[in-house]
């Protein structure tokens, strides 16, 4: 058997309101599991994007020795000084093992138009710097004017309530930009995967998990036997999302 | 990957990662057939469907036709479908409680539609109803005559399962998606019932730690594996079995043995 890297883009760590599993247990599951590597983003995102964004490069540096994780932070609008200017923000990012950023536009009560966060999102579309869709479940209509604003940002679609059964919507986004990636995690339509892979290409999908929700092994099983050829299994399962995150110019 | 599940030598999940199927039949107790209004299904006819759960080993797949509930199909031509593929499709009667005078013909002619009509299909959240709604009890007085599986959709707390289990004690409850959230609600009603009733997993095998629960309250004895399909995929949900953290004793009795122990070998 051709031994699999696995980088899971879609996880989640750290305490917000309740207790969530941490570090440990994330590394512990992807022992179990076989996954290698993980893009992780932090619980308390919704809640607390300042100090979340702190706590999880402290998370990382104190409890992932081993450098197997790579940290996600939000972003907030330009004009409120919240956030260094993008070169000072990347280049922190970059001290702390942070490899793409995400956005809570409902939460934190801000529009998605160009004179909200125009800057920081030129700044990371120029630096390809991946943008995690997490923020927008079943909001598709905000989700389609955020990208025809945007077109030229690498995007991650990661949120866990509204893929499955959302192939009307999912699609038209993998039509039309090509740096539009898809997670796959409970995307759990009957050889769903393969169908998607052969439609658009293998390039453009990532395996996720949804953890602490979601177990890592129900979508490695599934892609493993979606039917697609090792090459383009290998590609969804980790080879794509490294290339992402090694593209960006942190 | 080494020192993975996916790599325990002569372990389940060993032989389905390396294989993609075991050396038993799995039993998929939660089936649908047809197009969904608000849902693109590229698989969702009887030869895909076939083909599908059979890469994996599924050796029956029991389901209730989406249209059969939504009332544009007879589950007599249901019947006609199961006919086709004889050696995996048996159904379940979908029961509309607002179609009172079908249902009663159909449960007249019940008998005629063996072996494939194994037992009836309640979807009480989608016909406005609970199931001790009136009018199921002509249904549930059949089964319960007969001894028949009733799946039942849940999802919450449901507190008319919990009491249509203790009024209908021969009925063989599938509580199809374990009352979905409230976990410690299913396991009551497992453990509230006279033996009757059983815990059926369509949704949970990608959520972490949720069958580890389930089968830590009321025992692999209890729970049987389903898909919905063709909603979900049957690699990732005999997947999600597979990576719970229970024994390969327990993952054969979900996948495999408990629908024997019901059904027979045979059904």
Redesign the interface.
């Known amino acids: 058997?051709k031994?699999?890297m696995?980088f899971d883009a879609n996880c989640r760590i750290g305490d917000c309101i309740e207790a969530y599993p941490g570090v440990t247990e994330l590394l512990a599951?992807m022992?179990?599991?076989?996954v290698?590597k993980a893009l992780v983003r932090h619980n308390g995102i919704a809640k607390l994007p300042l100090s979340s964004n702190r706590e999880i490069a402290e998370m990382l540096k104190q409890y992932d020795v081993q450098q197997r994780l790579t940290g996600v932070w939000t972003i907030l609008p330009d004009s409120c000084d919240e956030i260094p200017e993008p070169d000072e923000f990347f280049r922190q990012m970059k001290a702390n093992r942070i490899g793409a950023i995400t956005l809570s536009p409902f939460e934190h009560r801000y529009q998605l138009r160009r004179i909200v966060i125009g800057k920081i999102m030129d700044a990371a579309a120029e630096r390809r710097v991946p943008v995690l869709l997490d923020a927008f479940a079943g909001q598709w209509a905000q989700l389609y004017d955020f990208l025809e604003r945007f077109p030229e940002n690498t995007f991650i679609y990661t949120e866990l309530g509204g893929k499955?059964?959302s192939?009307?919507n999912i699609r038209p986004l993998l039509e039309t930009y090509e740096n539009f990636y898809f997670e796959i995690?409970?995307y759990?339509?009957?050889?769903?995967i393969r169908?998607l892979a052969e439609k658009y290409g293998a390039e453009r999908i990532l395996y996720g998990s949804?953890?602490?929700?979601?177990?890592?092994?129900?979508?490695?099983?599934?892609l493993?036997?979606?039917g697609l050829n090792d090459a383009d299994i290998a590609k969804i399962a980790g080879e794509n999302l490294e290339r992402i995150l090694k593209g960006a110019q942190l | 990957m080494s020192g993975c599940i996916w790599n325990e030598p002569g372990s389940l999940a060993e032989k389905f990662w390396r294989e993609g199927k075991g050396d038993f039949p799995i039993y998929d107790m939660h089936g649908h057939m047809g197009a969904h209004y608000a849902i693109y299904f590229k698989r969702c006819e009887a030869p895909e469907m076939v083909a599908h759960v059979k890469r994996i080993g599924v050796k029956r797949l029991v389901f209730s036709h989406h249209e059969a509930l939504w009332g544009s199909v007879r589950n007599a031509q249901v019947y006609e479908i199961c006919k086709q593929y004889p050696n995996t499709l048996r159904m379940y009667a979908g029961i509309i409680p607002q179609r009172q005078d079908q249902m009663k013909e159909d449960i007249a002619n019940f008998d005629r539609w063996a072996p494939y009509a194994v037992g009836l299909k309640l979807l009480p959240g989608y016909h406005s109803a609970d199931v001790m709604d009136k009018r199921y009890e002509y249904a549930l007085a059949f089964a319960n005559e007969r001894k028949l599986p009733v799946l039942v959709h849940t999802w919450g707390r449901d507190m008319a399962m919990l009491e249509a289990i203790q009024k209908y004690p021969d009925v063989r409850f599938f509580i199809g998606h374990c009352c979905y959230g409230a976990w410690d609600h299913a396991i009551r009603c497992i453990k509230e019932s006279s033996g009757n009733a059983y815990l059926e997993l369509t949704a949970i095998p990608g959520d972490r730690g949720i069958i580890e629960k389930l089968v830590a309250g009321v025992g692999s004895e209890k729970i049987l594996f389903g898909t919905d399909m063709p909603w979900f995929d049957e690699y990732q949900a005999v997947g999600g079995v597979l990576a719970a953290k229970i024994s390969d004793d327990d993952k054969l009795n979900i996948l495999s043995r408990n629908p024997e122990r019901i059904l027979g070998k045979d059904f």
């Open positions: 058997m031994e699999l696995f599951d022992d179990y599991y076989g290698d499955w059964g192939d009307r995690a409970r759990w339509v009957p050889e769903g169908d949804a953890f602490p929700a979601g177990n890592q092994g129900n979508g490695m099983l599934q493993k036997h979606s």
